[in-house]
């Protein structure tokens, strides 16, 4: 099972890597003729660390060491609208390696995210932007029930790595750039192998940025007209028809070793409200089978029925062209068991590969504690 999970976060992974650069690298210039537009820069990143001990079970393992960063980003000037509505942001891809203290229980971790950097501020000279990243990191070091019993924090080798961070960058040349930061890296396997009360390391840091050539002068803000989506129209209104799939463990009640299926129809009715931003509702309908072992562990009756989950959601959609983020957060009208709680948040990545047809990849949680990672496709409408 845990090959699955590799498989299908390697998978996402790859997929998220060719979103960050799909369109980064061609523009249309006047008369038609295609120009590259690549403005890449390289970055090494350093930073001191401390975990994160959010049990108490967890408080053997605090502790301070570093992290290593490598990364190359491409800077956006204009050569697209979003790159202009967004500020100008940086779009790349980083690898990762820390030996966390050098403890043996939790080992050294690798990893790989593609990320967007949105600024804040972006002058010649200062620069204030958040960094946010989602990818792949491997642990050398896992729970084991009789070997290694002591790190809960992950319960397999491969987890989903999410990276948020709040930076400072001065320019020191035309080419050169220097900064401040501070933010968080988190890794878990959204409760694919428990336990799972995952890594989470703070840091403070340092790098330095270098452009591999000389850096593009920004193109000027165009005018957007939004008003066109104002209307109620048909043309306005987008219907999206979801099924995904998940693979999830409950090692805490069922004993360790075992994976169980979710699955989960979605529908959200989206209107138009700018050129990048969509608002709606939404319907989920859930079925959990570790709901179904849950109830018997706990020995409590329940009808068939009743291991169904509908849910209603308020949403938002960040529209990049064909890849978008829709982000859910809603409330579980009904099912037998609500152990998790009947508040939940949804994260998707939306890929159209046709017209109508797209690929989704996301994270649900309750209250921000990962409950399981999925993989689907959709029917679109408009």
């Given at each position: 099972?845990?090959?699955k999970?590799?498989?299908?976060?390697?998978?996402a992974?790859?997929?998220?890597?060719?979103?960050?650069?799909?369109?980064?690298?061609?523009?249309?210039?006047?008369?038609?003729?295609?120009?590259?537009?690549?403005?890449?820069?390289?970055?090494?990143?350093?930073?001191?660390?401390?975990?994160?001990?959010?049990?108490?079970?967890?408080?053997?393992?605090?502790?301070?060491?570093?992290?290593?960063e490598?990364?190359?980003?491409?800077?956006?000037?204009?050569?697209?609208?979003?790159?202009?509505?967004?500020?100008?942001?940086?779009?790349?891809?980083?690898v990762?390696?820390?030996?966390?203290?050098g403890?043996?229980?939790?080992?050294s971790?690798?990893?790989?995210?593609?990320?967007?950097?949105?600024?804040?501020l972006?002058?010649?000279?200062?620069?204030?932007?958040?960094?946010l990243?989602?990818?792949?990191?491997?642990a050398?070091?896992?729970?084991?029930?009789?070997?290694?019993?002591?790190?809960?924090?992950?319960?397999?080798?491969?987890n989903?790595?999410?990276?948020?961070?709040?930076?400072?960058s001065?320019?020191?040349?035309?080419?050169?750039?220097?900064?401040?930061?501070?933010?968080?890296?988190?890794?878990?396997?959204a409760s694919?192998?428990?336990?799972?009360?995952?890594l989470?390391?703070?840091?403070?840091?340092?790098?330095?940025?270098?452009?591999?050539?000389?850096?593009?002068?920004?193109?000027?803000?165009?005018?957007?007209?939004?008003?066109?989506?104002?209307?109620?129209?048909?043309?306005?209104?987008?219907?999206?028809?979801g099924?995904?799939?998940?693979?999830?463990?409950i090692?805490?009640y069922?004993?360790?070793?075992?994976?169980?299926?979710?699955?989960?129809?979605?529908l959200?009715?989206?209107?138009?409200?700018?050129?990048?931003?969509?608002?709606?509702?939404?319907?989920?309908?859930?079925?959990?089978?570790?709901?179904k072992?849950?109830?018997?562990?706990?020995?409590?009756?329940?009808?068939?029925?009743?291991?169904?989950?509908?849910?209603?959601?308020?949403?938002?959609?960040?529209?990049?062209?064909?890849?978008?983020?829709?982000?859910?957060?809603?409330?579980h009208?009904?099912?037998k068991?609500?152990?998790?709680?009947?508040?939940?948040?949804?994260?998707?990545?939306?890929?159209?590969?046709?017209?109508?047809?797209?690929?989704?990849?996301?994270?649900?949680?309750?209250?921000?504690?990962?409950?399981?990672?999925?993989?689907?496709?959709?029917?679109?409408?408009?």
């Amino acid at each position: 099972m845990e090959r699955k999970f590799i498989k299908s976060v390697i998978l996402a992974l790859s997929f998220a890597i060719l979103l960050t650069f799909r369109c980064e690298g061609k523009a249309q210039a006047e008369g038609g003729d295609t120009i590259r537009d690549n403005n890449l820069q390289i970055e090494l990143r350093t930073s001191w660390s401390f975990l994160i001990c959010h049990h108490q079970v967890m408080n053997i393992f605090k502790s301070h060491f570093p992290i290593f960063e490598m990364s190359i980003q491409n800077v956006t000037y204009g050569s697209k609208t979003w790159h202009q509505l967004f500020n100008y942001p940086a779009v790349g891809v980083t690898v990762i390696y820390s030996g966390v203290g050098g403890m043996p229980e939790i080992g050294s971790i690798f990893g790989a995210y593609p990320y967007m950097s949105f600024n804040f501020l972006k002058s010649r000279k200062n620069m204030l932007n958040a960094r946010l990243g989602v990818g792949v990191g491997y642990a050398t070091k896992k729970w084991d029930a009789h070997d290694n019993p002591k790190n809960t924090f992950l319960g397999s080798h491969v987890n989903a790595l999410f990276s948020i961070n709040l930076e400072y960058s001065r320019a020191v040349s035309r080419r050169t750039q220097l900064s401040l930061y501070t933010g968080m890296t988190h890794m878990s396997n959204a409760s694919s192998r428990c336990p799972n009360n995952g890594l989470n390391l703070w840091q403070f840091g340092l790098s330095g940025r270098y452009f591999l050539e000389q850096p593009k002068e920004r193109l000027p803000l165009e005018i957007i007209d939004n008003e066109q989506y104002k209307s109620w129209k048909k043309k306005n209104i987008s219907w999206y028809f979801g099924f995904l799939y998940s693979l999830k463990d409950i090692d805490e009640y069922m004993g360790y070793g075992k994976h169980w299926s979710v699955y989960n129809l979605q529908l959200n009715v989206m209107k138009r409200v700018s050129q990048m931003s969509k608002v709606g509702i939404g319907i989920d309908l859930v079925y959990d089978e570790t709901d179904k072992e849950i109830l018997k562990f706990k020995k409590i009756d329940y009808k068939p029925i009743e291991i169904l989950k509908p849910g209603v959601n308020v949403a938002y959609e960040l529209v990049l062209k064909s890849t978008s983020f829709l982000f859910n957060f809603g409330c579980h009208v009904g099912g037998k068991d609500l152990c998790e709680g009947r508040i939940y948040q949804k994260l998707n990545l939306k890929q159209n590969v046709s017209e109508h047809i797209f690929v989704t990849f996301g994270l649900t949680t309750h209250w921000g504690w990962a409950d399981y990672l999925g993989f689907g496709v959709g029917f679109k409408i408009n």
